[in-house]
């Protein structure tokens, strides 16, 4: 009986552990818009897009993200080319934000809003981000 005490003690212990562990890489992987303090060069590093993806790499995100019906990289369309976008220094984080929830004010000349995109992965608005920010 001892025994058998032990072991189920230590069965606990291991998945608790396992759990403790599993938490903090879910905690690490999530992203919040709410804790402004939480990105540091190292944290954003491990965002889900770690490396800057070329033109031809992205290209497929900016299609099935539907961004290619407005945006160009070199010419506005309906909305900003991406260059110009790039210009305004945004964070990449900041460039996320702006995609789930647009701020037409922020282009006053352009006339047609852009869409909110909520539904975009965050992965892939993580990669288009860091794809506009090397267009500087
Ligand atoms: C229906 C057209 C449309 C679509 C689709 C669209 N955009 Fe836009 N986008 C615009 C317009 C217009 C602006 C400028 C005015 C505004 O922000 O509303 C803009 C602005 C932006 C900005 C700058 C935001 C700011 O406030 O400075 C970013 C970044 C951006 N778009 C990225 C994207 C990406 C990435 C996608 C695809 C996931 C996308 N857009 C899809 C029309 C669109």
Redesign the pocket.
Known sequence: MKTFKSVLTTVFATVVLMSCGGEKKKEKESFSYEKESATNKSEVKEAPAVEVLTDKEVAP??AK???????KKDEK????S?KD?AK?N?EDKR?VE??YK???????E??????A?PQ?PKG??FQ??RW?NSLK
């Open positions: 995100l900016l993200n539907t961004c290619v019906a407005c945006h369309l309906i909305g900003p991406y976008i305004r945004y460039i702006l995609i647009p701020e037409p004010e922020n282009w006053p352009y006339k047609v809003p852009m869409l995109l975009v892939d608005a288009i981000a506009i």
